[in-house]
């Protein structure tokens, strides 16, 4: 397996970073539109991406850990490589905690939790009233469904603090930055 350098970055490093961009955006941007126009036939795609993308961010993970983080290729001031670190871990972070709680808020709010039409979590029906769901945990359903929509709102400021650094290294600094992960 090619690891890393300096001047290129593995195939498999640029695999996992895209697909888990695209995909997280996708969620990300899903995620606030079915909430905000009630739009309920779309939770199911959402959930089931969400444990996609779980999976993916986990072999991602052990692949950095195993790799380690790319060498920058540009001079960052100390501030730069503090922020660039802070940016790099809650984007990593995120990408766990998100289809974590969002899989949690799902299966102990009753809703059930189903990975493209196969059932993980069967939905907590109320047998008087098979149209209503019951919840197992209010409290604890509550609790990760805030985790899950305030980590949403932080990635996403977090996505575009990133983006917003690649452009700064491509565009003022002229360095490979970007370019190094378009390659």
Request: a neutral charge; zero cysteines; glycine letters at 6%.
């Amino acid at each position: 397996m090619k690891f890393d350098s300096h001047e290129k970055l593995s195939s498999l490093t640029l695999a996992l970073h895209w697909i888990v961009a695209i995909v997280m955006i996708s969620l990300l941007a899903i995620g606030v539109y079915m909430v905000e126009t009630e739009t309920r036939s779309l939770y199911s795609w959402h959930k089931s991406f969400g444990l996609l993308i779980l999976f993916i961010a986990v072999i991602r993970v052990v692949w950095r850990i195993r790799n380690g983080w790319p060498t920058p290729v540009g001079n960052y001031s100390n501030f730069e490589h503090l922020l660039s670190t802070i940016v790099h871990w809650a984007l990593i972070i995120g990408t766990i905690v998100l289809p974590i709680s969002g899989f949690l808020m799902s299966s102990l709010g009753g809703n059930g939790v189903d990975l493209f039409g196969l059932e993980i979590i069967a939905r907590n029906i109320d047998p008087e009233n098979p149209a209503k769901t019951i919840t197992h945990s209010e409290a604890l359903a509550s609790f990760f469904h805030n985790i899950h929509y305030w980590s949403s709102y932080i990635i996403i400021a977090t996505v575009i603090l990133h983006v917003a650094g690649a452009l700064k290294h491509h565009i003022i600094d002229k360095d490979e930055t970007l370019t190094r992960m378009l390659k």
